[in-house]
């Protein structure tokens, strides 16, 4: 069983920059592909970034070039840098793990956590 708690969601003006960070509790955490999504009212929960067991990562175009998803094995962390902030990144920040997810796609995440909020002001 993995457990999942993010933390680091707050409000800030458009440009500002936020971290969020996500603890992972449970077995076998290097094992495990991470990965950030994001769900604004009205809209579907939609992949932000990845990274994989081998440390490989991968962003929705949306973020690439000022987001940055980052763990700490020790800490069994995950983190979601984020950079020059704007209203449409306002959303619920969620955290997901998987063994095999394959892609950057919702269904294919197991473990979840209860979600962190983003509120970018203009």
């Known amino acids: 069983q993995v457990l999942l708690v993010e933390s680091g969601g707050g409000s800030v003006q458009a440009g500002g920059s936020l971290r969020l960070s996500c603890a992972v509790f449970?077995?076998?955490?290097?094992?495990?592909?991470m990965a950030w999504f994001r769900q604004a009212p009205g809209k579907e929960r939609e992949g932000v970034a990845f990274?994989?067991?081998?440390?490989?990562?991968s962003y929705a175009d949306s973020v690439k070039g000022r987001f940055t998803i980052s763990q700490d094995n020790a800490k069994n962390t995950l983190y979601l840098h984020m950079n020059s902030l704007k209203p449409e990144d306002t959303a619920m920040y969620y955290c997901?793990?998987?063994?095999?997810?394959?892609?950057?796609?919702?269904?294919?995440?197991?473990?979840w956590g209860q979600g962190t909020q983003v509120t970018v002001s203009s």
């Open positions: 997901a793990a998987d063994p095999t997810p394959g892609a950057l796609t919702s269904s294919l995440f197991g473990y």
């Open positions: 449970g077995y076998g955490y290097s094992s495990y592909s």
């Open positions: 990274i994989d067991i081998d440390g490989s990562t």
